[in-house]
């Protein structure tokens, strides 16, 4: 089962990352890209429930405790999580290294379009730059990256393992 967990997290890993490359690789929607990304980490995570099932039907005769199910279950989402990860690293670093730039400027104009104040946008400018600041660091953007996408797939984890679990055969 080994080899399915982590056959099941790379292909979640390649949807999520390959979702995510293709939205920020020319035009950025930043206000549907959210939407894109998170529906994207949903549907990459139903390999979540895929895996368990398949572990309890085909390799545990049709049982398994939802501690069980919740480690096989985590164990894709860490591995998917992990290849989104790296693949935003190299994005982000190698190919849209303006991103956050961009990202500031939207939220700026955003502000500027909804009226607010000018110290409302002063402070949130001075914000933005201490952020990207901070996102120069590899290991704080992956930190902040993995806070993106392991919450969703925990969820869906816990979820899939609490109707997945089963103590006995149902005759």
């Known amino acids: 089962m080994k080899k399915k967990t982590i056959i099941y997290g790379f292909i979640a890993g390649l949807i999520v990352s390959i979702v995510m490359l293709f939205t920020t690789s020319n035009s950025i929607d930043f206000e549907n890209g959210m939407f894109v990304g998170y529906a994207s980490m949903l549907i990459a ?7 368990i099932r398949n572990y309890r039907d085909k390799y545990n005769n049709g049982v398994i405790s939802f501690g069980k199910a919740f480690k096989i279950g985590s164990i894709i ?5 992990t290849l989104y990860v790296v693949s935003w690293l190299i994005n982000y670093f190698y190919f849209v290294p303006d991103f956050l730039e961009k990202y500031s400027n939207h939220i700026i104009s955003t ?9 409302e946008i002063e402070n949130k400018t001075k914000e933005m730059a201490e952020f990207s600041k901070m996102y120069q660091n590899p290991f704080i953007n992956a930190m902040i990256t993995y806070t993106e996408i392991l919450p969703v797939g925990l969820l869906v984890t816990l979820i899939s393992a ?9 005759n």
């Open 45 to 51: 995570f139903s390999l979540v429930f895929v895996g």
């Open 77 to 81: 989402v860490l591995i998917a999580s």
């Open 111 to 119: 502000l500027e379009e909804s009226g607010a104040s000018s110290v």
């Open 162 to 170: 609490f109707i997945l679990k089963r103590k006995t055969i149902a």
